[in-house]
């Protein structure tokens, strides 16, 4: 019984990881109808930033869970400005591709520069230990990433559904031509949501830095089981993103723990299966798939 609760603790912390990238892509895809395939890349920027400013200027984790994100915003503002707007109005295909090339390159960069072996970094202070909890032996680290990605989500969903600005950035994603004919000009959200979901990727990689190796190909896989979280929550849906993020998290977590070969396949097995009866996925509709 103990080490299936470390297994869901253990799934829960990779499911925060999923949860907050997914509801990045989520958004944009949402608000932009981008595909972004160089989120990864981006998931992998923040946990290479993070090592970079361990290493360069001694901030540790704390300051760069804080730095990484508002730094990684500032890149997606930048690229979505020179380059994704651009493409907007053409088929979705060709910004697909332009994100698809951009993780090349980036990728690319960070393998010249850092080379193909994992950086080093070490657990944050305070948070090396182990807790014990009615008998389990829990990680002070997992515990924390786990609480603080549903802190996040929570606080990014009372964002989303409680102020003006996500009323309207909601609005945009469940129906974004709905939303230009009452008035709102959509197009003057798409820069900050874009870098704001970067920025959720950012998050992701931070978190991930202490107990993942870090090597710019860490965003190959990840990316990968991160249209599975989309597609299996539903595209679009920001909901939807959250709660397949958690759940895909324990699903790898059990399959690692009971059936480590088939791990991976079982999170295919499950979009397939959540494809199969709702098209749309968990929470998306019908129109959206």
């Known amino acids: 019984m103990s080490a299936f609760i470390q297994y869901t603790l253990q799934g829960l912390a990779t499911g925060g990881f999923y949860a907050l990238a997914a509801l990045g892509l989520a958004v944009i895809f949402g608000v932009m109808g981008v595909v ?45 400005r020179l380059l994704v707007r651009w493409l907007l109005k053409l088929d979705p295909l060709y910004n697909f591709l332009l994100t698809f090339g951009l993780t090349l390159l980036i990728v690319d960069l960070v ?35 786990a609480f ?16 003006r600005i996500g009323m309207i950035v909601r609005a945009s994603t469940e129906d974004a031509e709905r939303t230009r004919a009452l008035g709102i000009n959509v197009g003057r959200w798409v820069t900050p949501v874009f870098g704001f979901g970067i ?31 989309v597609v299996i929550g539903g595209l679009g849906s920001i909901l939807g993103a959250v709660i397949a993020g958690f759940l895909v998290g324990l699903v790898e977590a059990y399959g690692q723990a009971y059936a480590p070969s088939y791990a991976q396949v079982l999170i295919f097995v499950l979009m397939a299966a959540v494809v199969l009866v709702r098209p749309a996925g968990l929470f998306g509709r019908e129109e959206a798939s």
């Open 36 to 80: 972004n395939f160089s989120h990864g890349a981006m998931y992998m920027l923040g946990a290479v930033g993070s090592a970079v400013l361990l290493d360069v200027a001694d901030i540790p984790f704390w300051g760069a869970l804080v730095i990484v994100p508002i730094l990684l915003f500032l890149f997606g503002v930048l690229v979505e």
């Open 111 to 145: 393998k010249r520069k850092y080379g193909v072996s994992g950086l080093p970094y070490e657990l944050p202070a305070g948070l090396e230990g182990r807790v014990t909890v009615g008998g389990l032996s829990l990680s002070s680290y997992q515990l924390f990433a």
């Open 199 to 229: 920025a959720l990727a950012g998050v992701a990689g931070v978190l991930a830095a202490p107990f993942r190796a870090i090597t710019a190909d860490m965003g190959s896989n990840f990316i990968i089981i991160l249209f599975a979280v």
């Open 148 to 163: 603080f990605s549903v802190a996040l989500c929570v606080a990014v969903w009372l964002l989303l559904t409680k102020t």
